[in-house]
């Protein structure tokens, strides 16, 4: 694992319609890490995500990128922060009016103020990389939902992000597109890629994530390699090892 600490997040709160989500929440990722949240609907995991990459602003609490501290009110460092983070979402986010190409090519225009032809050959460059370059014309409701969420990564990519976050990638796609989505995610993460992701997939957390962080009624419970918090062994079972044990019944 790398030792360069690239995210940081401590004392993280928020609280909606009077309900806290988020409780004082503290981790660390390090650049080259695949951390994983897992937990309960409703635990907080997709609201941390936000709050992490401020489509949510936190009530309180520090987040840290690379060394510098984020300022949550100034809007022009909100949007150079924003650039930094990527952000998977579980139901795609595409521009329906848009082809692939031009799904990922927009933000290099307007964003990047790259010119037409430079922004065309990166998206060119991630629908490869993500493996559907030969779908790069077609409009997202003639994609499968494997195709969809493999665009919204090639897009994510394109702004080349410090690190992406991905909140249950697969939670929308039927069983048998979900393998092409995480062959994919595991390819960026023998690539180095930073990544913070939410998902149920337990199989691929345990062979891939440095850490996983279990969250439960907006807190970090318990958080460990996967050898640890998913092994049978010591008296105790982990809160981890129960709960992956009733996902592994449920979809059995």
């Not at 922060?81 to 986010?93: A, K, L, T």
């Not at 180095?192 to 419970?221: D, S, W």
Request: proline letters at 3%; charged letters at 25%; hydrophobic letters at 40%.
């Amino acid at each position: 694992m790398a030792e360069e600490e690239l995210l940081r997040v401590e004392g993280l709160s928020k609280t909606i319609s009077g309900t806290s989500i988020l409780s004082d929440v503290d981790m660390v990722v390090r650049k080259g890490d695949l951390k994983v949240l897992i937990g309960p609907s409703g635990g907080g995991k997709s609201t941390l995500l936000q709050c992490i990459n401020l489509l949510l602003f936190p009530d309180s609490g520090r987040i840290v990128l690379d060394g510098r501290e984020v300022t949550f009110r100034r809007k022009r460092e909100v949007l150079a922060y924003r650039q930094q983070i990527g952000m998977i979402f579980q139901e795609f986010n595409l521009f329906d009016h848009l082809n692939a190409l031009q799904n990922v090519s927009i933000a290099l225009r307007k964003v990047r103020r790259m010119s037409s032809r430079q922004a065309a050959e990166r998206a060119e460059r991630e629908l490869e990389r993500v493996g559907i370059w030969e779908q790069k014309g077609l409009y997202p409701a003639e994609l499968s939902g494997g195709q969809k969420q493999r665009l919204s990564i090639a897009r994510a990519l394109a702004m080349d992000p410090a690190i992406l976050l991905l909140d249950e990638p697969t939670s929308a796609l039927d069983p048998e597109l979900i393998g092409e989505v995480l062959a994919v995610i595991r390819d960026l993460s023998q690539r180095g890629m930073t990544m913070l992701m939410a998902t149920h997939q337990m199989g691929f957390a345990r062979t891939l994530a440095q850490e996983i962080m279990f969250m439960e009624q907006g807190r970090i419970v318990e958080q460990g390699a996967p050898q640890e918090l998913l092994s049978h062994s010591g008296a105790e079972q982990s809160r981890t090892l129960s709960f992956c044990s009733k996902i592994n019944e449920l979809y059995a």
